[in-house]
């Protein structure tokens, strides 16, 4: 095992915490099987991590996905990884979920209006008879 090596192994290890994805200590393991230097330095630039490294697989996954599905071979995914970490300035995209807002010159429509103001009816207690429940109670008589 060569020093870049090494030192790359320990990076990745003080990485990993209690709180880490099984897919995570994937990439981890497979990144522990491999003997490619440059691999190895890209794990050692500042800023580069596995859970960047993460992120950047799926940013990719999304931009396959057809219908939110997708199937992704292992070397597809290792592959991805090895650019993430080749690569000196990856930006990942992360897809923003934007919740409208009603402008507020806007009357709100009468649907939500409805439920904003919808009080619960207060249920109507059934008696014994009604319900047909027999209690340990009855038994007793």
């Keep these: 095992m060569t020093a870049t090596k090494d030192k790359a192994l320990a990076k990745m290890l003080e ?3 209690d709180k880490t994805t099984p897919q995570i200590h994937r990439i981890h393991n497979w990144i522990c ?3 490619d230097e440059e691999l190895f330095n890209g794990i050692l630039k500042k800023g580069k991590t596995l859970n960047e ?12 996905a057809v219908n939110g599905s997708i199937f992704i ?8 990884v090895k650019e993430y970490y080749a690569s000196d300035k990856i930006v990942v995209d992360m897809p923003v979920k934007k919740i409208p ?3 507020k010159s806007e009357p709100l429509p009468d649907e939500i209006l409805k439920v904003v103001n919808h009080k619960p009816k207060p249920t109507k207690k059934k008696s014994k008879e009604e319900s047909g429940q027999m209690t340990i109670f009855d038994f007793l008589d």
């Design 15 to 17: 990485e990993i915490t």
């Design 33 to 35: 099987y491999q003997e």
């Design 53 to 64: 490294a993460y992120e950047f697989i799926t940013s990719k996954a999304r931009e396959l």
């Design 73 to 80: 071979e292992d070397d597809d995914v290792f592959s991805w």
């Design 101 to 103: 807002t009603p402008k």
